[in-house]
């Protein structure tokens, strides 16, 4: 990609989205309060840290993929994103006993929580087919940021410093403005951001690699960094 090609990344937090734009020596960042307006700013190509094409039953290899790439930090990737758990169902519970009557695993209490902003996203792609909008994440950016060295937890000190200084290191010069200042969201989702921009910019990288597999409605399954 070009120095002058418009990247996006978007990274959802408790208000909205968390929207870092690299365009060549412009550096923006913006919080939306959905992802039509994260995604009206104008791109050549965006990454989210959302799944993006879904199985019926939970089951992406990318997701695998990724576990397995990122251990022995695994449940850092959430898996089992499927649109009847929130097309169906407003409860939980009722969901995961609904899951486990067709045979499928559980939802995690954390990707539940998700499901607003997943289906958000999920419409959006198949009504805007033509962009080109890629699923990220960005413990698979910071990873290969690290020369493929597991990182210590975001939430720790340490973690934190070490994703800050990656990103510096690769061209986000104003991430210590960007976290000193209004804190609309969390530093660590500003962080994500960032690292999923990188994605969007370089696209060096997704798993699985080639041609990946399709969902019902046509979406790529695949896990880019």
Known sequence: MSARTRALGLDGFSKGWV????????????????VTEALSIGFDRAAIDIPIGMTDDGERACDLLA??????????VFTGARRWLWEKFSD???????ALRRGQKRV???????????????????ANG???????????????????MALPSKKSEAGFERRRKLLKRYGIRDIDKWLLGERVAKPDDVLDACAVAIA?????????????????????????F
């Open 200 to 224: 969007a910019r370089d696209a060096s990288g997704c798993v699985p690699e080639g041609i990946p597999a399709r969902d019902a409605y046509g979406l790529a399954m695949q896990i880019w």
């Open 67 to 76: 576990r397995e790439r990122l251990r022995p930090h695994s449940s850092r």
């Open 92 to 98: 939980p519970d009722e969901a995961n006993r609904d």
């Open 108 to 126: 995690s209490r954390q990707l539940w929580h998700l499901g607003p902003k997943i289906m958000e996203v999920d419409a959006f792609v198949r």
């Open 130 to 148: 033509s962009n080109d909008i890629r699923e990220a994440h960005p413990e698979l950016v910071f990873l290969r940021l690290n020369a493929g």
């Open 19 to 34: 929207a870092v734009l690299l365009d060549g020596d412009v550096h923006e960042i913006r919080f939306c309060r959905d």
